[in-house]
C-alpha cells in the first residue's frame, strides 16, 4: 500500500543540539517530496521541497533534507536547533495521479533548555 | 496578503446539528481541498476541487459533504456530525494552471477545531 511513515511520533533535544527526523515513503515511482512544520495554533508552513536534481534541499530557517532513493527516505535535518524549532512536523508526497498529495502522521519536536 | 481563511476558528456543536466551516482563498488558486488532522493520524484527506464544480473523494469522505461553486471558496459541511468527526480540520489550496502537479506547494489555513459532544 502507498504510505508516508515517520517513525517517531515525538522527539526532544536540548536547544544547540542537532536534530534529524526520519521520513519514509512507499510508491511506485519517485514522488514530489515535502517537509511542512506547524506551529501551535498554526496551519502548515513549507520548509522545504525535493522535486529533481541535487538530492541534498536546502530550506527555510535552517533545514536541510537528503533524499536518498535506494532507501526511499527523506530525512530533515538542522545542525544545531533552536528553541523556536518547537513544532509537528511532517512529511509530504504529492503524486501527479490521483490529484492528491499524502501526509505522514507527523513527529512533534520539544526543545528543552 | 495571500492567504487561506477558514471560519470558524472553534467550534462545540452536538450529534446531529448540521454545521458548515468556510474556506476562502484570495490567490485565484485552482485546486482546495479539506483535511483532518488526528492524532497518530497525521493529516487525511476529506475531499478536494480541481476547479469551480469539480469535486472529488479523499481518503476519508463518509459524513462530509463539499461544494465548489465560485473558484475561491470551497465549504465543507457536516450534515449530521457525530463525536468521531471531532477533529483539527485544515483547508488548503494551490495553483494548477493547466494541469495539475504534484509539485504544486499548498497554502494551508490556520485550522478549524471542531469538538461534536
Known amino acids: 500500500a502507498q504510505s508516508v511513515t515517520q517513525p517517531d511520533i515525538h522527539i526532544t533535544v536540548s536547544e544547540g543540539a542537532s536534530l534529524e527526523l526520519r521520513c519514509n515513503y512507499s510508491y511506485g515511482a519517485t514522488p514530489y517530496l515535502f517537509w511542512y512544520v506547524q506551529s501551535p495554533g498554526q496551519g502548515l508552513q513549507l520548509l522545504l521541497k525535493?522535486?529533481?536534481?541535487?538530492?541534498l534541499v536546502q530550506g527555510i530557517k535552517g533545514f536541510e533534507a537528503e533524499f536518498k532513493r535506494s532507501q526511499s527516505s527523506f530525512n530533515l535535518r538542522k545542525p544545531s536547533v533552536h528553541w523556536s524549532d518547537a513544532a509537528e512536523y511532517f512529511c509530504?508526497?504529492?503524486?501527479?495521479?490521483?490529484?492528491?498529495?499524502?501526509f505522514g502522521t507527523g513527529t512533534s519536536l520539544t526543545v528543552i533548555p | 496578503e495571500a492567504q487561506v481563511t477558514q471560519n470558524p476558528r472553534y467550534l462545540i456543536t452536538v450529534t446531529g446539528k448540521k454545521l458548515t466551516v468556510t474556506c476562502s482563498q484570495n490567490?485565484?488558486?485552482?485546486?482546495m481541498s479539506w483535511y483532518r488532522q488526528d492524532p497518530g493520524l497525521g493529516l487525511r484527506q476529506i475531499y478536494y476541487?480541481?476547479?469551480?464544480?469539480?469535486?472529488d473523494k479523499g481518503d476519508v469522505p463518509e459524513g462530509y459533504k463539499v461544494s465548489r461553486k465560485e473558484k475561491r471558496n470551497f465549504p465543507l459541511i457536516l450534515e449530521s456530525p457525530s463525536p468521531n468527526q471531532t477533529s483539527l480540520y485544515f483547508c488548503?489550496?494551490?495553483?494548477?494552471?493547466?494541469?495539475?502537479?504534484?509539485?504544486?506547494?499548498?497554502?494551508f489555513g490556520a485550522g478549524s477545531r471542531l469538538t461534536v459532544l
Open positions: 509530504a508526497v504529492g503524486l501527479n495521479t490521483g490529484n492528491q498529495f499524502y
Open positions: 488548503a489550496s494551490t495553483w494548477t494552471g493547466l494541469s495539475f502537479s504534484g509539485a504544486n506547494v499548498l497554502t
Open positions: 490567490m485565484n488558486h485552482e485546486y
Open positions: 525535493y522535486f529533481s536534481g541535487d538530492t
Open positions: 476541487s480541481m476547479n469551480v464544480e469539480v469535486t
